[in-house]
Each structure stands twice: as C-alpha cells, then as structure tokens.
C-alpha cells in the first residue's frame, strides 16, 4: 500500500519534471547528453549503465576502463532528475550515507562545461553530461538523457 | 491411604472426578492457548521485523545497490542487537555481503522451519534508483526462543489462574458434597446403626433434608420399617399359638392313655409316645436298642392279622379297625385303627379294651353256660352246632352229635329233693366233660338232657366208644351227701354229620335215636 502510494507520488514526480524538462527546453532548446572520450570504447550507454556508473556501482566502463564520473555542478538538478528520477537533496543524502564506507565515492564536481569537455577529452575513462549545444571532436556522445528519459516515461 | 479414601469416602471420589475434570479441561485450554499466544506472538515478532526492515530498507538497497560491504555489516550489526532477531544474511546478486547473529538458528535448513509458521523473513532488495530492478536480498531469521519466553510468560499467568480455579472448585466440591450429601447420610447411616428397629423405633430425619432424595431415603426406611415390624408381630403371634398348639399336642400325644405310633411298610416303628409302651408291654430302651424289631414281632401269634389289616388299609387307604390280643395274655385286649399317611407311613392308634373284652368275653360265656354245672347251655350249644354245620358245608369235616337224656333223674328228685338232684346233674356234667376230649363241646340243654358235639369225627367206632365209656360211668352210684348215694342212667341217641347236614336235621336224628334208647328200656345208645 505504502509502497504503491510511494510509486504514484513517484510518477506524479515524474510527470511534474517531464514539465521541467520541457520547459527547459524550450527556453534552452538544447538537451543534456553524455559523453565519453573518444577512445572509451563505449559507442553508446544505456540508462543503467549511466546509472550505475554515476551513482557509484561500476568503477569501470563496460570497455574495461576505470571509470571518471563527472558532475557539471550548473546541470546536476537537471540531470539526476532525468537520469534517476531525484532532487538533488536526495542524491546528496545518498551520497552522505556513504562517507564512512569508502567503497564508492561521488562523480568528480566540476563548475564549468568547458573544464568538463577538457577533463572528458583527457581521459579515456571520464563520462560527463554536457548541453548538446556545447560537444565539439574531443568527445563523442554516448546517450541523449531526453531519449533516457523516453525510456522511462514509456516504462 | 488417597486411595482408600476415594475408595471410601463419597466426597473424596467427587472431588477427584470434578479436579480431573477441570484439569484435563485446563490443559485442553492450555495448550489452546499455547497455541493461539503463539500464533499471536510470532505475527507480532514478524510485524515488529517488517517494520525493522522499513526503517532500515533505504540504507539496505543502497548497501545492495553498491554490493557495500561495510555498510550491510553496520546495518546487520544494528539489526542483531535487536533481541527479536536471531540473524540476519544480506546478499548482494547472489553474493553474501553480511552474514551474522546466532549461526546455529542461521543454519538450521529451510524445510525444518518451513512447518513453523512465517518462520523467516525474506525480502528482495530493489536498486534505489530502479524500484523495478532486484539488486538484492535480505532474509532475517527471529529468534523463537524469545517467542517461546513471552508465550511461557503470558501461559503462565493463565496457568497460575488455572491452577487457583481448580483449587477453588476442588475445595468447593468436597465442601458441598460432604455438606449437602456426605453428612446427611452419614448421619442417617449413624443412626440406623443403632436404630433398635425391632421395637419400632423409626429413623429421625436430618434437619434440611425433609422434601429432597435423603428424606425420601428416611421415610422409605421408616415405612419398610413399619411394615416389618407388623410382619414380624404376626409371625411372632403366630408362632407362639404355633408353640401352645404344639405342647398342647405334645401333651396329649405324651400323657395320653391312647397308644400312638406310626410304623412304615416293613413294620418299624417310627414314631410312638408312652402309651404305646405300656399297651404293648414293652420297654422303650427294648424299643430303641432294637432298630430291627418290628410291630409284627409285638403281634405275636396275631402278627399275621395284624399284617392282613395294615396291607388291606393300605391298599384302600381308609381306616381299619380290629381288636387285637396282646403278648399271648389272654386279659389283655386292644382296640387299633390304622389310617392311612402315605403309602409308605400308617398311624396307628390303640386304646385297652382289656376291661370291656373281657366282660364281654364273660357275659359272651355267661350266656352260653348252664349256671349249674358250668357246661354249656342250649344258647351255647345252638351257637356251636350251627358253626358245625357251617363249617362241614364249607370242608367237609364230620362230627358227631350225642344227646342223651338221664333215666330215673325224675326219681331222684322225688326222693331225695331238688338239691340232691342239682348234685346228680352237676356230677354228670363232670363225668361228661372228663370222658369227652377237650376240643369237644359239653352242655346241658334241658332238665335232664345233655348234649355232645364231638368234631373231627371220621366215623362213628369213636362216638360209639364214648357212648359206652358214658353209659359206664354215668351209671355209678353218685354221692348226695349224709352217706347217701343216687344212682341214675342215660339214654343216648348218636347222629354223624355228612356234608349236607342241617341244623335240624341232625338233631332230630338224633333225638329220634335217643327215643329209640328209651324205648328199648334205657341204659344204651342208638345210632341215628
């Protein structure tokens, strides 16, 4: 019962971000997407994979690289929102609860898209979200986050 | 000794039926409530362990979610001190990432506690991000034996209660069967046992009991009671008239001078008082010293009339009279009926008619005599010929009749008076019955006649030689006192019976001999 209340709050949460994100954009008109280095290995990422290596599971790419997780401080609501569907307050409890553990630690933090392009073009393991608008040849994209988010509207 | 007193005592065996009663009733609820206590126990255990899990689920799916190690262990460490946890097992995709508690309830297989009910808790772990997507698993185990301590704690209380009820209605049983039931009869019983029934005496009810079953009980005995004793008054009344009637008998039966005896078929004497004794002139110690002796053997030479009487009472099963002569004494005479008891049983009563036979016997001879000479007269004469002449109708046997008629007698009593005539008679006779054999019958049935029956004659040389010794000695001079002697002579007539006689017949023979003696001028016989 709580769990199915939880579920429908779930949902209405995601419909209420689908509005965010459309809002968005239609300001910027230009979704986040992931990359990775060009020599990652990786051609695309689905969400799980995203996920997981986000959030801490996989230290390592599928290709066998260890993983560089980066977060784009300006982009991070928007993203976690797409990705797992949770506030930012949320992932940093998540991320709190972890301090002591040491088994996994928190993407990168980086304030800027250009210093995130830089850091992704000098790491073969780095994968980062940045605007569409901003990728040049350093990177390739391995997922659009508004086609994740398809998936999981559809789900 | 409890079990004597169950044996023995009404109230103890109540007490003991109710007590078992209530107690195999008290485990039933007990085990009842066991069951249902622990039911209730271990569904409020797993609760309290659903909720624990609530709580913790969060931290556990991130812990799956990142195969944590280190944080699964902090939560399984949280989780164990809880005391209703017996151990815990987080696994991660198949892997273990904590394990811990009390490992012998851990290791204990799955089917085993299968049969117990919700015996584990086991919970997928979802990814924290994907409620969709199992990254894991939990599987708690409780800890039974605090359910067994909390089922012992809550079926103690009731088991306290128990124990106090049964000990409540125990007490309460023996109280009220010994005081509505125990008592009542004890007492009843108490005084029935020294209740002098026999004089009448009636049993005094317990006070309460008046309309229940005990009153009843008391008045049931108290009319039984009554009623015996009416039974017994008659009988007793009866027996004593019993008794008095009995020494009434008694007396007569001993002080009687009628001789009483019973005496079966073979002759022994069974039974007989003291009159018996006397009229059969014997002694009791001969009597009973002699267990063979038998009523025939008293009988004597009458022992086969006696036998004909006894065997003709029998068959005819009515009395039977006779007159009975007794121990070869001729003065002693008794009067007997026999009746009939059974066929093997007669009664037999005697009286002494000694004094009336005998006078009967002597007016009998007195009537038949010739008061002079002591011979018989006509009336005796009569009687014995005609039973002559009976008896030879019936076998034949002869006899002889002699009259004789005296010559000169008329005479003699011209001259020397009727005295001296008297005297003449008197010595005839004499001569008469001396000459004659004893069987034979003398009288004199006239003046100066005289007769003679002479039996079992076969013929007539004897008479005739009687005849002649008569004539002899009749002619004798005969002494009439003062020196003087008569002398007279006879006349005699002979006549011999054949079968066919008569009376009559023969005497008038007889007499026509005799005419013929006289005529022929006296002092001789004729054959008639």
């Known amino acids: ?155 | 000794m409890i079990i004597r007193m169950i044996k023995t005592r009404l109230a103890a065996r109540s007490t003991v039926a109710i007590l078992l009663l209530v107690a195999l009733l008290g485990m039933i609820f007990l085990a009842l409530a066991m069951r249902i206590a622990s039911n209730q126990e271990t569904e409020r255990q797993y609760r309290q362990l659903e909720g624990l899990l609530n709580t913790v689920e969060s931290t556990l799916q991130i812990a799956c979610f990142l195969r944590d190690q280190e944080l699964a262990n902090e939560l399984l460490a949280g989780l164990v001190q809880n005391n209703t946890v017996a151990a815990v097992t987080i696994t991660a995709d198949d892997q273990v990432l904590a394990q811990g508690g009390d490992d012998s309830q851990l290791l204990v297989p799955e089917e085993q506690q299968a049969g117990q009910h919700r015996a584990e808790l086991v919970r997928p772990i979802y990814s924290p991000f994907d409620d969709a997507k199992v990254v894991g698993g939990i599987r708690l185990i409780p800890d039974r034996s605090v359910i067994r301590q909390e089922v012992a704690d809550s079926i103690f209380f009731i088991t306290i209660l128990l124990l106090v009820q049964m000990a409540v209605i125990g007490v309460g049983t023996a109280f009220i069967v010994v005081r509505l039931v125990t008592r009542p009869i004890a007492t009843i019983s108490h005084r029935l046992h020294r209740l002098k029934a026999e004089t009448g005496e009636q049993l005094t009810l317990p006070r309460g009991n008046e309309n229940d079953e005990i009153g009843q009980l008391v008045n049931d005995v108290n009319a039984m009671i009554d009623y015996l004793i009416k039974i017994l008054g008659t009988e007793r009344q009866l027996r004593l008239q019993r008794e008095v009637e009995e020494k009434k008998f008694r007396t007569i039966f001993e002080n009687a001078e009628t001789a009483i005896f019973q005496v079966d078929e073979s002759g022994h004497i069974t039974s007989f008082n003291p009159a018996f004794l006397r009229h059969f002139k014997i002694s009791e110690t001969n009597l009973r010293g002699n267990p063979e002796s038998t009523i025939y053997d008293l009988a004597g030479s009458q022992a086969n009339l006696l036998r004909e009487q006894m065997e003709s009472c029998r068959q005819k099963r009515a009395n039977s009279e006779l007159e009975f002569n007794v121990a070869e004494d001729p003065t002693r005479w008794l009067h007997l009926i026999l009746s009939y008891l059974d066929d093997n049983l007669l009664q037999g009563v005697a009286n002494d008619i000694s004094e009336r036979k005998l006078a009967e016997l002597d007016a009998e001879r007195r009537a038949t005599t010739d008061s002079l000479t002591g011979i018989g007269n006509r009336a005796g004469f009569d009687n014995r010929l005609a039973r002559l002449v009976r008896q030879g109708h019936q076998n034949g046997q002869r006899f002889a009749l002699l009259m004789m008629d005296l010559d000169f007698f008329k005479e003699v009593n011209d001259t020397y008076g009727h005295q001296a005539g008297d005297q003449v008679l008197v010595a005839v006779a004499t001569t008469l019955r001396s000459a004659a054999r004893k069987t034979d019958y003398v009288a004199r049935v006239g003046g100066d006649e005289f007769v003679l029956l002479l039996d079992n004659i076969d013929n007539e040389h004897q008479a005739i030689r009687l005849a002649e010794k008569l004539l002899e000695d009749i002619r004798k001079p005969i002494d009439i006192g003062d020196g003087v002697s008569a002398s007279v002579g006879a006349s005699i007539g002979i006549a011999l019976s054949d079968r066919r006689s008569g009376v009559d017949e023969i005497i008038k023979r007889a007499d026509a001999a005799m005419y013929r003696s006289k005529q022929g001028g006296r002092n001789q016989f004729h054959m008639g």
């Open chain 1, 1 to 155: 019962m709580v769990r199915r209340l939880f579920l429908i709050l779930a949902l209405a949460g995601a419909v209420g971000s689908t509005n965010v994100v459309q809002e968005s954009m239609a300001q910027e008109d230009d979704g986040l997407v992931l990359i990775a280095h060009p020599e990652s290995g990786i051609k695309t990422l689905d969400r799980d994979t995203a996920v997981n290596l986000f959030m801490g599971r996989f230290t390592k790419l599928p290709s066998g690289i260890t993983a560089l997780p980066i977060d784009l401080e300006s982009a991070r609501d928007t993203f976690y929102l797409q990705l797992v569907n949770k506030r930012l307050p949320e992932i940093n409890s998540y991320w709190a609860r972890l301090v002591f553990s040491g088994r996994a630690s928190p993407p990168r933090k980086v304030d800027h898209v250009e210093e995130v392009l830089e850091i992704v073009a000098n790491n073969r393991g780095a994968i980062a979200y940045v605007p569409r608008s901003v990728i040049d040849g350093r990177v390739v994209v391995v997922a659009d986050l508004g086609a994740l988010m398809e998936k999981i509207t559809g789900l």
